[in-house]
């Protein structure tokens, strides 16, 4: 399996930058999960396969790219985007973005071939398909209504949490995964903003120590995801210092294959 979290943000001279403002994945040049800079920072290839999207949850920075993505498709698609979320994220994207005021209501839309947009409402606890892969979401402890999601491609299977704060649901749900190979966990503040990181629902890496510690696997990877990028440096130097094994941050950009 393929995997890669897309560059969001760029140094002075114009290269892909390590912080990471935005959220999007993309699994086997095929499947997006988020969508933050999906139609920013895509390759030609992805561009042309990537029809499908899971989204954790509606904050800006997961589903930035969402609308851009169909704008650049749109004369070409010869199928609708698919997006799949809960039904209160979808009722998010057409109240507050697709709304005709901050963009076009595309799920309104056709081109020549028809449809643009299709919403795929999912159900966390419930496995559906996307392309090859088996996916169940499981709800996690967010500011908003947000997703935790687990995917198996029949060979490897990997958990993403989202963004989250303290969750049982999430661990019990990887805990019982027989072939867990990586874990994506969060983990947005230093420790020093433990107070913002309670209010706004993320982890720091004082918490991020206890959630890895509900996680019953051996032999697995874990990845750290969503460093607020002002405050990277710091949680790169804590989580060093929490002296976990196979604990690595998920270099942006990087194509990973597990
Ligand atoms: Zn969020």
Redesign the pocket.
């Known amino acids: 399996m393929k995997f890669q979290l897309l560059p969001s943000t760029f140094e002075e001279d114009g290269r892909a930058s390590a912080r990471q403002h935005l959220s999007c994945f993309i699994v086997d040049d095929l499947v997006a999960i988020d969508a933050g800079s999906l139609a920013m920072a895509t390759n030609s290839i992805q561009k042309s396969q990537v029809r499908d999207v899971i989204l954790t ?1 509606a ?1 800006l ?2 589903i930035a790219g969402l609308p851009f993505f169909i704008d650049d498709l749109f004369a070409n698609l010869t199928e609708p985007l698919r997006v799949y979320a809960t039904s209160k994220v979808i009722e998010v994207l057409e109240r507050d973005i697709f709304n005709w005021s901050v963009y076009p209501r595309f799920s309104e839309l056709e081109n020549d071939n028809g449809k643009v947009l299709e919403y795929h409402p999912l159900e966390a606890g419930k496995e559906f398909s996307v392309k090859h892969l088996r996916v169940k979401a499981v709800e996690v402890n ?3 209504p ?1 997703v935790g999601l687990i995917i198996s491609d029949g060979l490897t299977t990997f958990a993403l949490s989202g ?1 989250t704060a303290e969750t049982n649901e999430f661990w019990n749900e990887v805990n019982l995964e027989k072939n867990l190979s990586v874990v994506l966990v969060e983990c947005a503040f230093p420790n020093k903003l433990d107070e913002l990181a309670r209010i706004s629902h993320h982890l720091t890496p004082k918490s991020l120590k206890k959630e890895l510690k509900k996680n019953s696997h051996k032999n697995f990877l874990t990845y750290i995801v969503n460093l607020k990028p002002m405050y990277r440096d710091e949680i790169v130097q804590e989580i060093e210092e929490l002296e976990m094994e196979n604990l690595q941050i998920l270099e942006v950009g990087q194509v990973y294959e597990w």
Do not use: I, P, T
């Open positions: 949850h904050h920075d997961h967010h500011k908003v947000s963004d």
